[in-house]
């Protein structure tokens, strides 16, 4: 049974930095191209950041130099590094197996960025 399990969430204030991790399982988790996405209050999924089985990493353009996202195939852990937060990064953040479709998803961390 594959499972995504995300941890790191919490309020922060603007311009802070969180660190998101997500602990996988049940899955080759080196032989699978793993993403994050998340979902502000109101909205629908909107698609962060992701990263292949070579490392090779893509961003959405509201998070482009702010956040970076890594893998540590030996642990079987997906991370999300996020740098000057900002208030409409406030989301629910899932971890996701896979590129351009979600394969799998976790139950969410939960972001809060405020004052």
């Known amino acids: 049974e594959v499972q995504l399990v995300e941890s790191g969430g919490g309020l922060m204030q603007p311009g802070g930095s969180l660190r998101l991790s997500c602990a996988a399982s049940?899955?080759?988790?080196?032989?699978?191209?793993m993403s994050w996405v998340r979902q502000a209050p109101g909205k629908g999924l909107e698609w962060v950041s992701r990263?292949?089985?070579?490392?090779?990493?893509d961003y959405a353009d509201s998070v482009k130099g702010r956040f970076t996202i890594s893998r540590d195939n030996a642990e079987s852990t997906l991370y999300l590094q996020m740098n000057s937060l900002k208030p409409e990064d406030t989301a629910v953040y899932f971890c996701?197996?896979?590129?351009?479709?979600?394969?799998?998803r976790g139950q969410g961390t939960q972001v809060t960025v405020s004052s």
């Open positions: 996701v197996r896979g590129w351009a479709t979600i394969l799998d």
């Open positions: 049940g899955f080759t988790f080196s032989s699978f191209p």
């Open positions: 990263i292949n089985v070579a490392d090779w990493t």
